[in-house]
Structures are given as structure tokens and as C-alpha cells.
């Protein structure tokens, strides 16, 4: 009796599944798998009708491509730079949120604003700030006399990578201050004020007692956002198309281009399943630091 | 009724600091993150209602000298922006509705019946969310061109539900495991079917993270733009982070700044709202999909 039970209740259990995993095993299975498949073809729709197969070929060209590795290298930088400096100014604002004060809702209404908005236009909205003409970033420096001609700040590598790293900073920032908020406001008050009588400084609790404990919290706003700006695509082509030479091409403007400039799918497959690989070993490894924190702290 | 948790409950904790630090600091400090979260958004407010020459004066003209709604005129007289903001809402609003309805029965499923292999599909799940979407346009791209489906709304729908359904089943699942489970205990002593309890008690029950769910599922398909570029190039048919980032794209020699500023503005504007409405539920939302999955 209690069998059939749970057969009905399994079968009732797939049933509400099926859907959902049907439109996945669609949107995310095949294109990954496709990709694994298509990258051992030399299939380029500008030049020749049908694939052929050529094995590894793809990925040899790969391991001799210096664009490939410029963009490996830009990619890093990239999400290194980016990850890091609103790791630290996200955490600012989430320990300012977390203080009372009147108005605060309001106040973590706008501070949760850049999130939320387009980053293609956000895009827009930079690469006008950085603009070498009538930018404002150029005329505060000017200004304040910190330069004394323009920066041309989309026009030369250094402080265009510079430039796109800014931007990403802005609009993800809120994203990890929400869920260091989150976390704030789970750690028990009663913790501080223990440790204050003992004579602890605010700095001594900040490293002690929130740095700790917020460790969960840290890791998975660290690899949401790790695989974000791995994968960063709109905010680049937007404000530099990966350029100037090259400068700013990350892995997903790279592959990009391969497939909608130069039509190369079989590379563009080999360069998709590349990127694939890098993400799942960093997620993996991130995996198990996360759950031996998630086992130190107790499960929160 | 069940009360549903909400974030106002677990919203105290003290600020380790002393006083004096406090009533200097603290103000300072909010100062800053309001400027560092505003300030871009003020420069492009303000550059949409300024004229061509204050536009382009260096050194820059702070404050508009005249104000003018000229390039706000333009956006909407030159180019199709209606049919832009039409696009991005039918698109985001049938594949927010298309999430929630694929997305809740799987969420439940995962949430209370015991099935066989749940955990590897959870984990493949959370697993999903992180996947960049460039991983899947090239898989996508060849699917839009066999089933001839470029330039239709289809092309995005479709990808738009399924980014989002991993979101959603982790959203939803955090709420449906807090739902107390006499509930549908005394439901099926009742005699309610999983079906019929699903419909008539346990939707009503979560239609709060229903909207939370939905709104980030909104927010989410609005903002795309990797495949609304690669997938939809006919100029009545595109979405508004598409059709903005090609009017600096399509221009001869100077890029419009102002009507670019503009169409920011208007494009932002739907977002804002959303987000000074609900700041709450996106919040609770964020928290429930990463933290808690």
C-alpha cells in the first residue's frame, strides 16, 4: 500500500520535473554538448560547405594562438581586479547598511540600484564618463591638476582594461554587499558586545568574530562573481569591443567574434568548450573550500 | 494563514562601534555609498536634459545652462524606441510568467517528494546559475537558425525562461521548504491529490515569492544581451539594451550623446521603478538563490 504510495508520489514528482528539465536539458545540455561535437570539425561557414573532421586540430590551434592566451590573460586580470576590489568595497557598504541609522531602507534601496540596471546601457553611460573628449573622469583629473592633457582612457590598453574593470566594479559591487548584508545580519549581536567588554577594538571584532563568520558568505559571493566576470561580455563590447587592440578581449569577446565575425564554429566550439572546462575545475575547487568552511562554521 | 518569513525579522544586530566613531563617521560613510552608487547614474540624468553645446563644452558644464527634453523628442521621433520598450517587456513578462510556471512544480518536486537522484539534479541546478551564456549561444545559434526562429520573439523567450529557471527553483524551493509541512498533511488526510493541493493551497500560499522569483526573473531578461544581439537584427524586432548600444554603434562620426543619455534614462526607467518598489523582495531573493542553495 505505502509502495504505491510512493510510486505515485514519484511519478507525480517527474512529472513536475519534466518540464523544467526538459527546457534545460535544451537551453544548456545540447549547446555545451553540440559545442564538445563541433570542436572537433573544421566547419567555417565563410569558406567551406561542409565540416570536416579534424580531431584535436582545433585545440592545437589553440595552445599556438596568441590571441587565445591574450584573451586567457585579460580575462584573469579582469575578474582578479574586478572580484577583489568589490570584495572590499562591497564588504564597506554592507557593514555600513548593516548600522542603524534613519533612513536605511531608503539608503539600501539606492546602494542595491547599480544591480539592478542594463549593463549594456550601463556600458553606455561609461564608456561616456571615460570619454577622451568632454569625459568627466578627464575633466576632474584636469581640475584638480592631476593631469595635464586628456586621458584617452578607451583609446590605450592599459587604462582601457582599467576603464572596463571601474565600470564592472560600479554595477556588481551591490550584488556581494547583499549577501555580505545577509550575512551581517545573522551573526548574533550578544557576540560583539561580549567581545567589546573584554576590550576588543571594532577592528579586533571585524577580524575575529565578522570576518569568520561571514567566511560562507564571502566564498559564494566570490564564485558567483568569479563566474560572471569570466564570462563578462555585454559591459566590453559595449564600451570597447575588446579593443584597442586587443587590450580588453576577454575570453567570451574572443569567441564572440570567432563565430559572428569569422563564421570559424569549429574554433569557436573548441574555444566554448575550453572556457567550459576552466569554469567547472575553478567551481569545483570552490566547492570544496566552501563546504570545509560550511562544516567549520556550522551549516548556516 | 502561515506568516512568510520576512527579512525585518532577523534585521537587528548592533554596530560594534562606540559612539563618538558613529555620529562622525556613519554619516560620512552613507554619504559615500550613496554618491558611489548614484553619481554615474546623475552624470547620464543630466547630460539626457542638456543641449549639444553643453553636451560637448570642455571643460565639462556641470549643471545644464538650459534644460532641454530635445533628445528625449528624438529618441522617440527618429527611432522606434516604443517598439524597443514593447520588445523588452513582452519578451521579459512572457518568460518571467513561462519561469514561474515551469519553474515552482519542479521547485516543489525538489523541495518534498523523495525522488531518486534529487540531489545530483539540485546540484546541476546551482551548478547551471554560474554557467556564462556564451557557453551557450553558439549551441543556441544553430538551434535559432534550424527552426528559422531568428527575428522572432521566440529566439529569447525560450533561453530567457530556461536562464532563469535554475533561479527559480532555488528561490522557490527555499520557500516551500519553510512552508510548515502539516499543511499538506492535513491536506491529503483531506483527501487533496499532490495536484490539487499544489493548486488550491500551497500557489496561494506562495504567491509573496512568486513575485520576488518573478521580478528577478524580469529584472534578469530585460537586461540581456548577448542573445538578443546574436539572434533578433531586425531594427522593429530588438530589445532596448540592444537597440542603445547600436545608437553609438551606427553613428557616422559623433556618437549622439544626449540621445544616448536619454535612452538610457527611459530604458533604466521600468528597472528603477521595479527596484524602489519591491527593494525588499529582491533582497530576500538574492539571498534565497545564492546563500541558501
Same mark, same amino acid.
Given at each position: 500500500?505505502?509502495? !504505491?504510495? *510512493? ?40 569558406? *567551406? ?35 577583489? $576590489? ?12 548593516? =548600522? ?6 531608503? $539608503?539600501? !534601496? ?8 542594463? !549593463? ?19 575633466? $576632474? ?6 593631469? *595635464? ?43 560583539? *558586545? ?9 577592528? =579586533? ?22 563566474? =560572471? ?55 569545483? $575547487? ?15 | ?15 560594534? #562601534? ?18 558611489? %552608487? ?53 519578451? +521579459? ?56 526562429? +531568428? ?68 529584472? #534578469? ?14 531594427? %522593429? ?57
Amino acid at each position: 500500500m505505502s509502495s !504505491t504510495l *510512493e510510486t505515485r508520489e514519484r511519478r507525480t514528482g517527474w512529472l513536475l520535473l519534466a518540464p523544467a528539465l526538459i527546457l534545460l536539458a535544451l537551453v544548456y545540455a545540447y549547446p555545451i554538448a553540440r559545442s564538445l561535437w563541433l570542436s572537433l570539425f573544421n566547419q567555417n561557414l565563410g569558406t *567551406e560547405l561542409q565540416p570536416v573532421f579534424t580531431g584535436l586540430d582545433n585545440y592545437v590551434r589553440m595552445s599556438g594562438d596568441g590571441r587565445f592566451w591574450q584573451s586567457i590573460l585579460n580575462t584573469s586580470v579582469f575578474t582578479v581586479a574586478s572580484v577583489l $576590489i568589490e570584495l572590499v568595497i562591497g564588504m564597506g557598504i554592507a557593514l555600513v547598511l548593516n =548600522q542603524s541609522f534613519p533612513g536605511r531602507g531608503a $539608503i539600501r !534601496t539606492i546602494a542595491i540600484l547599480p544591480w539592478a540596471l542594463p !549593463t549594456a546601457l550601463i556600458g553606455t553611460t561609461w564608456a561616456w564618463i571615460f570619454n577622451d573628449q568632454a569625459g568627466i573622469v578627464n575633466d $576632474i583629473l584636469l581640475r584638480l591638476g592631476l593631469i *595635464e592633457t586628456g586621458i584617452n582612457w578607451l583609446g590605450n590598453p592599459l587604462p582601457a582594461l582599467l576603464s572596463v574593470i571601474v565600470a564592472d566594479v560600479w554595477k556588481t559591487t551591490p550584488f556581494i554587499s547583499i549577501l555580505l548584508l545577509a550575512g551581517l545580519q545573522s551573526i548574533p549581536g550578544d557576540l560583539y *558586545e561580549a567581545h567589546a567588554i573584554d576590550g576588543a577594538s571594532p577592528w =579586533q571584532s571585524f577580524r575575529q568574530i565578522t570576518l569568520p563568520l561571514l567566511m560562507p558568505q564571502i566564498l559564494v559571493a566570490t564564485l558567483f562573481r568569479f563566474a =560572471q566576470a569570466f564570462g563578462i561580455f555585454d559591459l566590453i563590447q559595449v564600451m570597447t569591443s575588446g579593443g584597442p587592440g586587443g587590450a580588453t578581449e576577454t575570453v567570451s569577446i574572443y569567441i564572440y567574434a570567432t563565430v559572428m565575425r569569422y563564421l570559424d564554429f569549429g574554433y569557436g566550439a573548441a574555444l566554448v568548450v575550453v572556457t567550459f572546462v576552466v569554469l567547472v575545475l575553478v567551481m569545483a $575547487i570552490a566547492a570544496f573550500f566552501l563546504s570545509k568552511v560550511r562544516a567549520a562554521t556550522g551549516d548556516r | 494563514m502561515v506568516p512568510l518569513p520576512s527579512s525585518a525579522a532577523v534585521e537587528t544586530s548592533p554596530s560594534p #562601534s562606540p559612539l563618538s566613531v558613529k555620529k562622525i563617521v556613519l554619516p560620512l560613510a552613507v554619504i559615500l555609498v550613496v554618491g558611489f %552608487s548614484l553619481a554615474p547614474i546623475l552624470w547620464q540624468v543630466l547630460t539626457s536634459v542638456k543641449t549639444n553645446a553643453d553636451i560637448a563644452a570642455v571643460p565639462n558644464v556641470y549643471l545644464p545652462t538650459r534644460f532641454t527634453l530635445e533628445h528625449y523628442i528624438e529618441i522617440f521621433r527618429r527611432r522606434p524606441f516604443l517598439s524597443y520598450m514593447l520588445n523588452s517587456f513582452m519578451v +521579459a513578462t512572457i518568460s518571467t510568467l513561462l519561469c514561474l510556471l515551469i519553474g515552482t512544480p519542479a521547485a516543489y518536486a525538489l523541495a518534498r517528494l523523495k525522488l531518486p537522484g534529487e540531489q545530483a539534479i539540485l546540484a546541476i541546478v546551482l551548478i547551471i546559475t554560474l554557467f556564462p551564456y556564451i557557453l551557450l549561444f553558439l549551441g543556441l545559434l544553430e538551434i535559432v537558425r534550424a527552426l528559422g526562429l +531568428a527575428n522572432n520573439y521566440l529566439a529569447l523567450v525560450i533561453p530567457y525562461t530556461a536562464i532563469n529557471v535554475p533561479l527559480t527553483i532555488l528561490v522557490m524551493r527555499s520557500f516551500f521548504q519553510q512552508l510548515p509541512r502539516d499543511l499538506e498533511d492535513s491536506a491529503k488526510v483531506d483527501g487533496y491529490g499532490t495536484w490539487q493541493m499544489l493548486a488550491q493551497i500551497l500557489v496561494p500560499l506562495t504567491v509573496p515569492a512568486l513575485v520576488t522569483t518573478g521580478i528577478l526573473t524580469f529584472i #534578469s531578461a530585460w537586461n540581456e544581451f548577448l542573445f538578443a544581439l546574436t539572434f533578433i537584427t531586425r531594427e %522593429s524586432l530588438k530589445t532596448i539594451p540592444v537597440a542603445v548600444a547600436q545608437i553609438s554603434g551606427t553613428a557616422a562620426f559623433e556618437i549622439p550623446y544626449g540621445p544616448l543619455a536619454a535612452a538610457t534614462v527611459v530604458g533604466t526607467l521600468p528597472l528603477v521603478a521595479l527596484v524602489l518598489l519591491f527593494q525588499r523582495r529582491i533582497v530576500q531573493g538574492l539571498t534565497a538563490g545564492a546563500v541558501k542553495g
